[in-house]
């Protein structure tokens, strides 16, 4: 069956420290992965694809098929990056599977 | 609209009672998902439509739980006889592919308090 876990539910840190998002996903195939993020008050949106290859307000992901992680990453912290972050995977023509999420709070 | 709309935002129903929920989707957009987010996890699907039809229900948690988009825009999630359990935020999402790539558009959601 298909899994995503993101092992932490909080993550601190300061401002200007490395973040790092750990996601572990369980699937067979070739997934998509994606990274959700649900800022205070707003409502889920797409923060970025593996597929894409970009860098969203700083973040990367990289999938790493052999470690079947997609672990979000930034050099820098800033205080506007605290939210709920999710990781998701997809099949092709299927729905999201999303984890349990990981919140992260940047302290000034 | 300028995105998906859900209401009501809040419900609260005593056990037993039936609910509907109303989903309105980005005008245009194809798909739409509704799923399921329980307090402290992540969100669950519940079923998905392409237009009118919908394709895929291997979310509902029981046959209390209904989904309908008959004219394939709107769409509604109706809950007969809640239960305590049913207790969370519904979330409405929507997107213009056929095929589900990810970029979904989420609704602000429907809490739903069952007493």
């Known amino acids: 069956a298909q899994r995503v876990t993101q092992p932490e539910k909080l993550l601190s840190v300061f401002k200007g420290a490395p973040v790092e998002l750990k996601c572990n996903y369980s699937?067979?195939?070739?997934?998509?992965l994606f990274w959700y993020v649900q800022y205070s008050r707003q409502r889920l949106q797409l923060l970025l694809r593996h597929i894409s290859r970009e860098s969203i307000k700083g973040f990367t992901a990289d999938l790493n098929k052999g470690e079947t992680s997609f672990h979000l990453k930034k050099p820098f912290a800033q205080e506007e990056d605290s939210a709920m972050y999710y990781c998701a995977l997809s099949r092709s023509t299927d729905k999201l599977i999303f984890g349990t999420g990981t919140r992260l709070q940047v302290f000034p | 609209g300028a995105g998906v709309s859900q209401s009501p935002r809040y419900k609260v129903a005593k056990r037993g009672q039936d609910v509907a929920l109303r989903c309105d989707p980005i005008s245009g957009h194809v798909s739409l998902f509704w799923y399921q987010q329980a307090l402290g996890q992540g969100p669950e699907f519940l079923t998905y439509f392409q237009n009118e039809a919908q394709l895929d229900k291997s979310g509902l948690p029981s046959d209390r739980f209904f989904a309908e988009r008959p004219e394939g825009s709107v769409s509604t999630l109706k809950i007969q006889r809640t239960q305590q359990e049913d207790s969370a935020v519904y979330l409405c999402?929507?997107?213009?592919?056929?095929?589900?790539?990810?970029?979904?558009?989420f609704g602000e959601g429907s809490r739903l308090t069952v007493l």
């Open positions: 699937y067979s195939g070739s997934p998509e």
């Open positions: 999402a929507s997107s213009s592919r056929t095929a589900n790539t990810g970029e979904l558009f």
